[in-house]
């Protein structure tokens, strides 16, 4: 019942030997700008309102916030650019300030976005449910946080069944968005056309009057506020660098296309609607967004289809931001996944489900943001002022780390001059927007969102000691197997060619190893040890698990094939050398159990009178964290086999 269940809602089990399961669970640009553009599009809906009412009543200097925010949006896209270029198996934040200033910047900035990826899920939903229910009766607005409760369990199950699975149904939605969003915003030039030389005049003498009032610097000062303010509207552009395992290939193609189209969509949307205040005058209504103000104004005098219209294009842009939660989700895990595979988090949030996402890294998003929603009540105001301080974290020490690569490079990398340019330039808008943003919002509750980064910060740092010091542990036993023999670099020599052949009739003992290591080697050498002669025969089992740092192409397919027949070849050698026959099996896929389950009844029918060996590492002081940060697969196959009335024998290691 369980497993029918997770087939209808989740979906049925993908087949990484499918020749195109990268095809088939790839996005193209179109599909990605949906999925990964949504948040940084949806950001229309708050961010130049923000910049626009940070002016208060010099409103036509909001001319000059708006062609700062278009330069910015393409200077930050441009920058990205040049990091999905250089980084083009995906990464994003993480992996630059990993790789290009140090693995503990990268650990900052990977968690810092970790952090923003949660509130883009939670705001976003939260948002959304607010402009929805502001259609609503009011007697219904008791069961807003319900809704966005919701909202969040339905996006979190979208997710589990797959990246294409959970864009596709949004295509429509978010292109409503886009047609009714163009829509107003070429009518409101068109029709206004012959205003903008008033405009123009009107901000001319709104530059006089601050100037008078506050002095140059006092405007320049408040120019850059409103700028600064309207900061959410930059947040999202950074995601498909995180996101480009998800790609199409050619995957860099693919993501500079998607940038294209976010840097182009974006910063339309922000300078049309910026200047389309200005063109009527919009003002602010207490319980109104200016958009909504806009689209009423425009649509006075049109009767029910103008009513109708307005409406839907309110409705979309609640879709919409309901529709940027997705972007948290689809990179949120990945930024995990790849922290966890450098030790900084435990490493099976890099797993992957049968349905080829890190399921795991999907449920800790949806429940950090279910409970992120519990305590802010589902208050927009109150996720506002945690939001869009992490982000900038990440951007800055992103474009810090390109600064350094292309001074490191200079000589010798094609234009370094201007890509060095471009990346000083986005370090010096994103750290001034980060400085500006976190001395606004600190005393309004900014501050809560640095001490959540900061204890997620030493966490990481908790976990990563405790693989550091569980690695130095395992190098010793490594060391003990080199120290008597038993190489772990190369194949074992010896006379291999004196092992004899077969014994259809005599035990045989079945190993199963996760690579050519000091545990397997270990295990093997016990098995002999305590059996003596007894088993003739020795099969080898390796699973070659297919992960967040696995599946990123057919390369790094081929690759894992190569390096489990490698080990099994190695041990197979090994055993010959004991004068043992040996033979290798292996298998690849996400769960280990499950593809031991499919191999073990061929194995068993070659040698029937068998025994499987499996080895599990036996801490000397085991922990808090020893449970949740170690693989004990070896526990769920030992279940397995007990349930099907198969002889299992663990050997107990200890490091």
């Avoid at 810090?400 to 370094?416: D, K």
């Avoid at 959540?452 to 690695?471: D, E, M, P, S």
């Avoid at 003990?480 to 038993?486: D, F, I, M, S």
Wanted: glycine fraction near 10%; charge should be positive; proline fraction near 3%.
């Amino acid at each position: 019942m369980f497993g029918w269940l997770k087939k209808v809602v989740i979906g049925g089990a993908r087949d990484i030997y499918d020749p195109r399961i990268f095809h088939n669970v790839s996005l193209i640009a179109f599909f990605a700008w949906v999925g990964l553009g949504a948040d940084g599009l949806s950001s229309s809906s708050y961010g130049p309102e923000e910049a626009f009412r940070a002016l208060q009543s010099n409103v036509h200097l909001t001319v000059f916030v708006a062609v700062a925010s278009v330069i910015t949006v393409f200077i930050i896209s441009t920058s990205y650019s040049q990091i999905i270029e250089l980084f083009p198996t995906g990464g994003g934040g993480y992996l630059v300030a990993t790789k290009l200033l140090s693995p503990t910047a990268g650990m900052l900035s990977g968690s810092a976005l970790l952090i923003d990826y949660v509130l883009t899920i939670t705001l976003s939903i939260a948002s959304g449910a607010d402009y929805i229910f502001s259609f609503l009766p009011a007697a219904w607005l008791q069961y807003k946080l319900y809704f966005a409760f919701a909202a969040l369990l339905f996006m979190t199950v979208m997710n589990m069944r797959g990246v294409k699975e959970s864009v596709l149904p949004l295509v429509p939605l978010f292109m409503v968005f886009i047609v009714t969003h163009v829509f107003f915003i070429v009518y409101a030039f068109a029709h206004n056309a012959g205003d903008f030389p008033a405009m123009f005049a009107a901000t001319k003498s709104d530059i006089h009057n601050t100037q008078t009032a506050l002095g140059t610097f006092g405007m320049i000062f408040l120019i850059l506020r409103a700028y600064s303010m309207g900061a959410g509207t930059y947040t999202g552009i950074e995601a498909v660098s995180n996101g480009l395992p998800i790609l199409r290939e050619p995957k860099v193609k693919t993501g500079k296309h998607t940038m294209r189209y976010m840097a182009f969509s974006l910063s339309f949307m922000v300078l049309g609607l910026m200047v389309a205040y200005l063109l009527y005058n919009v003002k602010h209504v207490p319980g109104k967004t200016l958009n909504a103000v806009l689209y009423e104004s425009i649509t006075k005098g049109w009767g029910t289809g103008g009513y109708v219209l307005m409406i839907v294009t309110l409705i979309s842009e609640a879709i919409l931001l309901l529709v940027a939660a997705q972007t948290g989700f689809l990179d949120g895990p990945r930024v995990l996944a790849n922290m966890a595979l450098d030790r900084w988090f435990p490493t099976k949030f890099a797993t992957f489900s049968d349905r080829l996402v890190t399921q795991k890294g999907i449920l800790i998003m949806g429940i950090a943001a279910f409970l992120m929603m519990a305590i802010a009540s589902g208050s927009v105001d109150f996720l506002v002022v945690l939001y869009s301080i992490n982000v900038f974290i990440t951007f800055s020490l992103s474009q810090l780390g390109m600064v350094r690569h292309w001074w490191l490079e200079r000589g010798r990398a094609e234009h370094w001059r201007k890509k060095l340019f471009i990346n000083g330039l986005g370090f010096s808008l994103t750290s001034f927007i980060l400085v500006t943003v976190v001395v606004l919002k600190f005393a309004e509750g900014g501050w809560i969102t640095i001490v959540i980064t900061c204890v997620l910060i030493g966490l990481a740092f908790l976990i990563r000691k405790h693989y550091q010091n569980t690695a130095k542990l395992l190098k010793r036993l490594d060391s003990l197997v080199e120290a008597a023999g038993y190489g772990l670099d190369e194949a074992p020599a010896g006379a291999a060619g004196t092992a004899p052949g077969l014994d259809p009739t005599g035990k045989t003992a079945i190993l199963l190893v996760s690579g050519y290591n000091g545990l397997g080697l270990h295990t093997f050498l016990n098995v002999i040890r305590q059996f003596g002669g007894v088993y003739k025969n020795f099969a080898f089992i390796e699973i070659g698990v297919v992960d967040a740092g696995t599946f990123k192409g057919t390369q790094e397919l081929d690759a894992l094939k190569k390096r489990v027949g490698e080990d099994l070849e190695k041990y197979m050698k090994l055993a010959r050398t004991h004068g043992l026959y040996a033979e290798g099996f292996s298998s690849f896929g996400t769960d280990v159990v499950e593809e031991i389950s499919k191999l073990s009844p061929k194995i068993i029918d070659r040698f029937p009178n068998s025994t499987f060996f499996g080895g599990q590492l036996v801490f000397p002081n085991p922990g808090v964290f020893t449970g949740m940060l170690h693989n004990y697969t070896i526990f769920a196959v030992q279940r397995y086999f007990y349930n099907q009335g198969i002889p299992i024998m663990l050997m107990p290691v200890r490091v």
